[in-house]
């Protein structure tokens, strides 16, 4: 009976030991860790080689995960930045403003705070025009999208320079205080605005003569040469995107409101010579080209226009609302561009110096109005990026289903 009983333990022994190793195995599997050759059956089958429990494959799991750290993190496209980033399997350290993590999603002004915290794995609470505020933010940072900025035409230079190049600097005085070994990109948000108005009607390229014609335009190549000159001079490595104009879900500063207005119209027209381009790219692509651009060795110290392959004018932008709302519409006989514009500075000069008037109409905007805007994307295409909203219709039509939804539209 006793013989009988030594006998049933070693077959359990037996037992216990192949599933510990079997365990071992997946465990190092999981943690894509190679498994040490066994001299002995003994260190093989040990059970102290083994995590003492799942919380700590876990915390093993998270070491292995790369950290993105996203500035602006509850606006617009911050937001989606750090939906994308945690949905490509990074961890992401969500930054902005302690007054922009307070209190719920507002849709109709782009604040989604509610969105970010139960997205993020950390939440840091920063202003890029206090310097202090910054430490240890970027200290363990594999990425840094950095996309906070004032985006707004009608707000005093003053403000844009302190946000916009004085903040930038800021994030890189920060970088080098804290010496991050692991840093291995900054992808720093630019502007398609960057670029001189064409004359000609030829297509912009990364090449192309660089004038900014609006106080945030080159409040933002400013932004892009103060990032420069550290990737220069500290080695810090550096991305420049340059987005052509951004929709999406959540966006609430230049289709939404547009959009309000096609809608309350009974019919849409527009004189039939406005074939200048209308250029998009959707909030989702934007973020995706980003993560994918920090990515590449190649993609240090250049930088790349983001514009989808949609190529549509005003004319194919109206056409297409006008099938949204199931509305008529017409095309007028021609009218003069140049003077079209004129009218339309004036007016904005008259709502926005003079009445004060908060109209959507941007007088600075309004100069650049009606030239024809083609872009090339041919140099993002280079490194293998595919949209995944290439035409603006298709992308459009979620977008406003989801302003719908939401009660915006």
């Known amino acids: 009976m006793e013989e009988q009983e030594k006998k049933s333990r070693k077959k359990r022994t037996v037992k216990e030991k192949k599933v510990v190793s079997k365990e071992e195995r997946e465990v190092h599997k999981e943690l894509k860790v190679e498994e040490p050759k066994q001299e002995k059956e003994e260190k093989e089958l040990s059970i102290f080689e083994l995590p003492s429990s799942k919380e700590e494959v876990r915390k093993k799991v998270e070491e292995k995960q790369k950290l993105?750290?996203?500035?602006?993190?509850?606006?617009?496209?911050?937001?989606?930045?750090?939906?994308?980033?945690?949905?490509?399997?990074?961890?992401?350290?969500?930054?902005?403003?302690?007054?922009?993590?307070?209190?719920?999603?507002?849709f109709g002004k782009s604040r989604f705070p509610e969105i970010v915290k139960k997205t993020a794995d950390e939440i840091a609470e920063c202003d890029?025009?206090?310097?202090?505020?910054?430490?240890?933010?970027?200290?363990?940072?594999?990425?840094?999208?950095?996309?906070?900025?004032?985006?707004?035409?009608?707000v005093p230079w003053e403000t844009l320079y302190k946000v916009n190049v004085e903040g930038t600097k800021n994030i890189f005085e920060e970088i080098l205080r804290s010496e991050n070994s692991s840093l291995k990109r900054v992808v720093v948000?630019?502007?398609?605005?960057i670029y001189a108005l064409?004359?000609?009607?030829?297509?912009?390229?990364?090449?192309?003569?660089?004038?900014?014609?609006?106080?945030?335009?080159?409040?933002?190549?400013?932004e892009e040469?103060?990032?420069?000159?550290?990737?220069?001079?500290?080695?810090?490595?550096v991305t420049i995107i340059r987005p052509t104009a951004v929709y999406g879900p959540r966006e609430s500063y230049m289709f939404l409101n547009s959009l309000r207005n096609f809608k309350r119209l009974k019919f849409l027209a527009i004189p039939s010579n406005f074939n200048f381009s209308f250029p998009t790219v959707h909030a989702v692509d934007v973020c995706r080209a980003a993560l994918h651009l920090a990515q590449l060795p190649q993609a240090e110290g250049e930088d790349y226009i983001i514009n989808d392959d949609s190529n549509m004018t005003a004319i194919d932008v109206m056409r297409f609302a006008a099938e949204l709302f199931d509305k008529p519409f017409y095309l007028l006989p021609p009218m003069p561009v140049e003077l079209v514009r004129g009218g339309i500075i004036g007016l904005s000069f008259l709502l926005e110096k003079v009445l004060k008037v908060k109209s959507g109409l941007e007088f600075e905007f309004s100069f650049m109005f009606g030239y024809d805007m083609k872009y090339s994307t041919r140099?993002?295409?280079?490194?293998?990026?595919?949209?995944?909203?290439?035409?603006?219709?298709?992308g459009m039509r979620e977008t406003v289903k989801w302003y719908e939804e939401m009660g915006l539209l």
Request: glycine share 8%; charged share 25%; hydrophobic share 40%.
């Open 128 to 154: 890029l025009t206090q310097p202090e505020t910054l430490r240890g933010v970027f200290s363990d940072a594999d990425y840094i999208l950095h996309i906070a900025a004032i985006l707004k035409y009608d």
């Open 68 to 106: 993105v750290v996203v500035t602006g993190a509850c606006g617009f496209i911050g937001s989606w930045a750090v939906e994308i980033a945690k949905s490509m399997g990074f961890r992401v350290r969500a930054c902005d403003l302690p007054s922009a993590f307070k209190g719920k999603d507002e």
């Open 198 to 222: 064409p004359e000609d009607g030829g297509v912009i390229s990364e090449e192309s003569l660089v004038a900014p014609p609006t106080k945030y335009a080159l409040s933002k190549f400013l």
């Open 189 to 193: 948000w630019s502007t398609n605005g």
């Open 379 to 394: 140099k993002l295409k280079s490194t293998g990026f595919e949209f995944k909203y290439p035409k603006f219709e298709e």
């Open 225 to 237: 040469k103060t990032a420069m000159q550290y990737y220069r001079k500290f080695k810090i490595p």
